[in-house]
């Protein structure tokens, strides 16, 4: 069966400009989450969205991140006017409907700001 | 703020030989949970532990979780290069889907 899917894998981008990363959860997944990873680093918890309650955002580090989610299907994280220090991987997950939330990761989106 | 701390951040063995990582938290948790992560992949998930003093084996891998649900450790017996990763701990509380991650412990196994 399909798994959580990210595109794109990577993206290169130069400094000020907005990128948009998104995540395809696995099907029936009502939890869908968003972490950062730098290089050699653990995850760094960004938002979380559970079915059609408000998301949890108190990872977002900064105005400049927002994150939207359609329904309980695919999430689009935005990064608006990028900096240096955005570049990491961003990494998605999602979780099947209320349990001990074991989560699925995407395989990521390496993010390098020029 | 809960918080899980790992320990040790880093460590680099040979192959045969026996480790174990830690995972230690004041908070206590309704469950705890592995990850491995290999480079240019997402974490994926190797075990969940529940109740408190449970232990679980994976193969060569055995994970406990503490008495006070607070901690918890993962044994590998003759690590293998292939046991190589990163690995990541992380414990769910009881009221909310998130999951606190622990920063992680990078395994070298050399050959």
């Known amino acids: 069966g399909a798994g959580v899917s990210q595109s794109p894998s990577n993206k290169v981008t130069e400094k000020g400009k907005d990128v948009e990363l998104r995540c395809d959860p696995i099907s029936g997944h009502t939890a869908l989450y968003w972490y950062r990873q730098r290089l050699g680093q653990g995850l760094e918890f960004l938002i979380y969205?559970?079915?059609?309650?408000?998301?949890?955002k108190s990872g977002l580090p900064s105005d400049r991140f927002s994150a939207e989610r359609t329904g309980e299907s695919v999430s689009t994280l935005t990064i608006q006017r990028t900096q240096q220090e955005d570049s990491a991987v961003y990494l998605c997950?999602?979780?099947?409907?209320?349990?001990?939330?074991?989560?699925?990761f995407g395989p990521g989106t390496r993010l390098t700001v020029l | 703020t809960q918080l899980l701390e790992q320990s040790p951040q880093f460590l680099s063995i040979q192959e045969g030989e026996n480790l174990t990582v830690y995972c230690n938290s004041s908070?206590?948790?309704?469950?705890l949970q592995w990850y491995r992560q290999e480079p240019g992949e997402g974490p994926v998930l190797l075990v969940t532990?529940?109740?408190?003093?449970e232990v679980k084996k994976l193969k060569r891998l055995t994970f406990q979780f503490g008495d006070a649900r607070k901690d918890s450790s993962l044994h590998i017996t003759a690590a293998q290069p292939g046991d190589t990763g990163l690995y990541l701990c992380a414990g769910a509380g009881s009221n909310t889907g998130k999951l606190i991650f622990g920063q992680g412990t990078t395994l070298q196994v050399k050959p």
């Open positions: 908070s206590v948790f309704s469950s």
């Open positions: 532990v529940v109740t408190g003093g």
């Open positions: 969205f559970q079915g059609n309650s408000a998301p949890d």
């Open positions: 997950a999602s979780s099947p409907p209320p349990g001990l939330n074991e989560q699925f």
